[in-house]
């Protein structure tokens, strides 16, 4: 069974492709990350750490791993990535998982209206909702070719404030709206990819510790923090478990229930 994760470098993603190659359900991997570039502008030292991390993880795990650069706001860059990946997971794909996110190009989400701006919200609309729906594009022929022995599955990793129903403090608007867009691309999905026993659902991991919510650690609504390598962990236990009458779910992994869109 093959694999493919966006945002492997780090946090969760990371997490899932090193739970996914210590396991023997995936016998391919592919880790997609930003550009190089861009990596280098956020931080020279996570990039040097993600080198040796992705090198150490192929030294171990040999052929099962492949690293792609991809950069979810650039059409090219996703259908490069999606080529490159053809022969290693040999014209099929059994897991798609959406995990690349951004809150906001400034680190933080707006708290008013009077903060957005056209460039950064288009950024994260492109980068949370239409890089993924432009990757499931790309990829759909292959999960599509994989069904046909077993439903293949794309798991979005969600937000709380994606839904509409239970907000009541309103903020992070472009990081809000986009989730949102990306459960009903998802619920979308689900309806079509059901002719084609293809599962799609959205599961929501509540705060993590990673630097997408470094942030807002303070506010946390949660008990506790969770790491990245236990969610990881919870978060393959439900992509396994779930099957093709679980799709178009919106679920919180550590209840295991329905979020109100």
Known sequence: MSAFVTGGSRGIGLALVQAM??????????????????????????????????????????????????????????QEAVKSTEDFCQGSLQLLVHNAGLMHPSGRGENSVTRLDMESFSKVLATNVIGPALLTKALYPRLRAAAQEEPSKVVAVGAGVASISTNQAGGWYSYR???????????????????????????????????????????????????????????????????????????????REDIPW
């Open 21 to 78: 190659l210590k396991g023997k359900t995936f016998s391919r991997v592919v880790a997609a990350a930003r550009t190089d570039s861009e990596a280098l502008q956020v931080a020279r030292q996570a990039l040097h750490l993600l080198r040796q991390t992705w090198q150490a993880l192929k030294f171990q795990h040999g052929d099962r791993l492949v690293t792609v650069k991809m950069d979810l706001t650039d059409e090219v860059s996703i």
């Open 177 to 255: 709206a986009s989730k949102t867009a990306l459960n009903a691309f998802m619920k979308n999905l689900s309806i079509e990819g059901g002719r084609h026993k293809v599962s799609a659902f959205t599961l929501y991991p509540q705060m993590v510790e990673t630097a997408l919510s470094k942030p807002y650690v303070k506010g946390n609504p949660y008990p506790e923090l969770r790491s990245p390598e236990e969610t990881a962990d919870q978060m393959l236990e439900l992509i396994t478990s779930f099957g093709i009458s679980d799709t178009g779910r919106f679920v919180n992994i550590w209840s």
